[in-house]
């Protein structure tokens, strides 16, 4: 060790730059430790400012669970990611009516009545529980009830899904990066 400081003063002394050098980098460590303290806060409270606004955006007024779900699925923030998925088909009965919604490989988003044959899973809603989705102001609002009446089911008041086909298979189609298709179908994990 001793060699070692030594041979730092003998090239002090012959070269006069190597003593202001090091306290340069010095400091300009402590500058870049300080300013990327500071930069960590900064991403996570721009980060906890965005996750709110993304789940608090209004949904506009729709008369159908329908019209609903659709605007959902195309929206760019609650369907983020749906142009990803490969193949998806959902079929729900609600309101006395067997709709699905399906997205063909490399296709867009369709909605058509009656029943299908191979969907990937079965959502029943009470017509109760389509009127309080219905009135539901924003998604988050919307997650709250639906999740709330899958858990626990009421007399009259029920979401139940049936998933038919594996759920790995589902996932790596992209069912869970989709908010909306994580919450319709991801719950029932």
């Known amino acids: 060790m001793s060699r070692f400081f030594r041979r730092k003063k003998t090239d002090k002394k012959d070269d006069g730059t190597a003593d202001a050098e090091p306290i340069d980098a010095a400091e300009a460590e402590i500058v870049e430790d300080e300013?990327?303290?500071?930069?960590?806060?900064?991403?996570?409270?721009?980060?906890?400012?965005?996750?709110?606004?993304?789940?608090?955006?209004?949904?506009?007024?729709?008369?159908?669970?329908?019209?609903?779900?659709m605007y959902m699925f195309n929206d760019s923030s609650i369907g983020a990611g749906i142009e990803g998925t490969d193949e998806f088909y959902i079929e729900f009965m609600a309101m006395g009516e067997r709709f699905w919604i399906g997205k063909a490989p490399l296709g867009d988003i369709e909605?058509?009545?009656?029943?299908?044959?191979?969907?990937?899973?079965?959502?029943?809603?009470?017509?109760?529980?389509?009127?309080?989705?219905?009135?539901?102001?924003?998604?988050?609002?919307?997650?709250?009830?639906?999740?709330?009446?899958?858990?626990?089911?009421?007399?009259?008041?029920?979401?139940?899904?049936?998933?038919?086909?594996?759920?790995?298979?589902?996932?790596?189609?992209?069912?869970?990066?989709?908010?909306?298709?994580?919450?319709?179908i991801g719950s029932a994990r």
């Open 111 to 184: 909605i058509k009545t009656g029943a299908m044959t191979d969907q990937d899973a079965h959502v029943r809603i009470a017509n109760d529980v389509v009127s309080d989705l219905l009135s539901a102001a924003n998604f988050a609002e919307f997650s709250k009830i639906y999740l709330q009446y899958y858990k626990s089911a009421e007399a009259g008041k029920f979401v139940k899904i049936e998933v038919r086909k594996p759920i790995t298979d589902l996932n790596r189609r992209g069912y869970a990066r989709v908010p909306i298709m994580k919450l319709l």
């Open 35 to 69: 300013e990327s303290g500071d930069a960590p806060d900064a991403v996570e409270e721009s980060a906890a400012e965005d996750v709110p606004t993304v789940r608090g955006d209004t949904i506009p007024y729709h008369s159908e669970i329908q019209e609903r779900l």
